[in-house]
């Protein structure tokens, strides 16, 4: 079992909100980590959006708007990912990270369609 | 203006090797942990490896270990990763990216491995 599973999709309309997933792997508690996002759209490189450990302890990334935000979900020991009032621009692919055994680790990522 | 800038990448047959470099500016390069990660042509993001800010501490992926070797010269603002023993399944775009919390990211260099 991966360390952080995403779902491979996810479609939302313009103006909607989206929420992204991304669970750990049983027996890696989310409340020890802090989750990192990353958005890449077509052809482009990653961009750092935000780190979110808890609502005293996060950061977002430099010139990301307000509309992107985390949160944790314990019972399903999941981080997640919020985008409100979503525009064609945020068309993408979105990966989640941690800091864990001394490795950085990614999830597959999450390809969002805005339609 | 904070910048990454990656060379070194090319076409390389298996079991051979190649070093990439990476210029860094607008930053206090020594101040920062550097990573390399690298991206399969339609894949997801992996890390590879990342140094500590004086290269006394240094992380490898599994994939990696053994084979590859990452190194800074902090009076040219450089990381370097040297690739040896090449495999066609290290062929992806590598990018250098500052470390904690992989948010400057440069435009990569490809690495292909085929005969």
């Known amino acids: 079992q991966p360390v952080l599973t995403q779902p491979t999709s996810l479609s939302a309309s313009p103006g909607a909100s989206a929420r992204f997933t991304c669970t750990l792997r049983?027996?890696?508690?989310?409340?020890?980590?802090?989750i990192y996002w990353y958005q890449q759209r077509p052809g482009s490189l990653p961009r750092y959006l935000l780190r979110?450990?808890?609502?005293?302890?996060?950061?977002?990334g430099s010139g990301v708007p307000s509309r992107f935000s985390g949160s944790k979900d314990a019972s399903t020991n999941a981080g997640l990912l919020l985008i409100s009032g979503l525009q064609s621009a945020d068309e993408a692919d979105y990966y989640c990270a941690i800091w864990y055994s001394s490795t950085w680790v990614f999830g597959g990522g999450t390809k969002l369609t805005v339609l | 203006e904070v910048q990454l800038v990656e060379s070194g990448g090319g076409l390389v047959q298996p079991g051979g090797s190649l070093r990439l470099s990476c210029a860094a500016s607008?930053?206090?390069?020594?101040?920062?942990?550097m990573s390399w990660v690298r991206q399969a042509p339609g894949k997801g993001l992996e890390w590879v490896a990342n140094i500590k800010q004086d290269g006394g501490e240094i992380f490898y992926a599994d994939s990696v270990k053994g084979r590859f070797t990452i190194s800074r010269d902090n009076a040219r603002n450089s990381l370097f990763l040297q690739m040896n023993s090449l495999r066609a399944e290290d062929t992806a775009v590598y990018y250098c990216?500052?470390?904690?919390?992989?948010?400057?990211w440069g435009q990569g260099t490809m690495v292909t491995v085929s005969s």
């Open positions: 049983s027996g890696i508690n989310v409340a020890t980590y802090s």
């Open positions: 979110y450990k808890s609502d005293s302890d996060m950061q977002q």
């Open positions: 607008g930053f206090t390069f020594y101040n920062y942990w």
């Open positions: 990216v500052r470390d904690y919390p992989l948010d400057i």
